[in-house]
């Protein structure tokens, strides 16, 4: 009995170690295969790959399997490599490794152009949390496939993934003061200055930069709030602390963008505000401010500018 039970004991203890050994090769193939893969030696690569998934242990493994595909797709080997990425789905990866084998399905699919099983790919990994802009602008890939009325609906879900401003239709209210401008005193040729205005967060603001012809400088901060309905923008100019303002109610009716504001100065008058943008026509926006001190009874005009479109 003692006997069997030693004999039975060696065995196990070989067998791990002959487990461990295994381990140990697969352990050194990957590092090595990982090593050519990351050389962008798709070849050698490839077999090292080859030779470590073969291991029962390993089969499971959806980043050997990705990188696999990734070899057989850049040796031009579109069937293996999407054999491959199959095998990545069928191991319930994690989500990174899952939308990366997808993308490249994608890509597989596009390079041996087949649009329609492209289209359908990149639709999973954008439903699934895929979201590179600069992919899709710019991968040779896709060159055929940017064609596709598919494609435009993709990169138009994924765009306003990215940047949900852009789906809110009153975020674009203002985009007619988008622009390089002159300003100049309305109703004259007396040029008072400049202004970049752009696009700024995603669509979710828009930035006035503005600069005098007598160095006076300011910007302001424009957004539309969801929860108000209303635009409001935030002025800050260099003339020290008293040269900020804010607009508030902003709404764009009667082809102008119309806000209001209200302040109180240090001895307690309160003055109030009516500004306006008017959208005179794609070249031309005309900015006017007027105040009043007596509860809105009278206004005067504080400023009348212009714009002109630069060419």
């Avoid at 073969?54 to 980043?63: G, H, I, M, R, Y």
Wanted: proline share 3%; net charge neutral; charged share 25%.
């Amino acid at each position: 009995m003692r006997s069997s039970v030693y004999i039975f004991s060696l065995l196990l203890v070989s067998l791990l170690v002959v487990v461990n050994q295994v381990k140990a090769q697969n352990n050194t193939l990957l590092q090595a295969a990982d090593s050519l893969y990351t050389g962008n030696k798709w070849k050698a690569a490839k077999e090292k790959y080859v030779s470590y998934l073969a291991d029962t242990s390993a089969a499971k493994n959806a980043v050997a399997w990705n990188r696999l595909g990734y070899c057989n797709y850049n040796l031009g080997l579109y069937q293996d490599a999407l054999t491959d990425f199959n095998k990545v789905l069928a191991n319930k990866p994690v989500p990174p490794v899952r939308n990366v084998a997808m993308t490249r399905m994608s890509r597989v699919y596009a390079a041996m152009n087949k649009i329609d099983e492209s289209t359908e790919w990149l639709a999973k990994a954008t439903s699934a949390g895929y979201n590179s802009l600069p992919d899709l602008d710019s991968l040779a890939d896709y060159k055929n496939v940017r064609e596709s009325p598919k494609f435009a609906e993709i990169r138009k879900q994924m765009y306003e993934i990215l940047y949900p401003c852009t789906k809110e239709p009153h975020s674009h209210d203002f985009d007619f003061w988008i622009g390089d401008w002159d300003t100049y005193a309305t109703g004259t040729k007396f040029l008072t200055g400049h202004s970049h205005i752009e696009v700024m967060a995603g669509g979710c603001a828009i930035l006035e930069n503005y600069t005098s012809t007598q160095s006076y400088s300011g910007k302001s901060f424009n957004y539309y709030d969801p929860a108000k309905g209303k635009w409001e923008q935030d002025w800050v100019g260099a003339g020290g602390p008293g040269d900020r303002s804010r607009y508030y109610n902003g709404e764009y009716r009667d082809g102008a963008m119309h806000f209001t504001s209200e302040t109180t100065d240090a001895k307690g008058v309160k003055t109030l505000g009516n500004f306006i943008f008017y959208n005179i026509d794609k070249d031309t926006v005309r900015q006017y401010l007027e105040l009043s001190t007596d509860g809105g009874k009278t206004y005067q005009v504080s400023y009348d500018l212009t714009y002109i479109r630069k060419k």
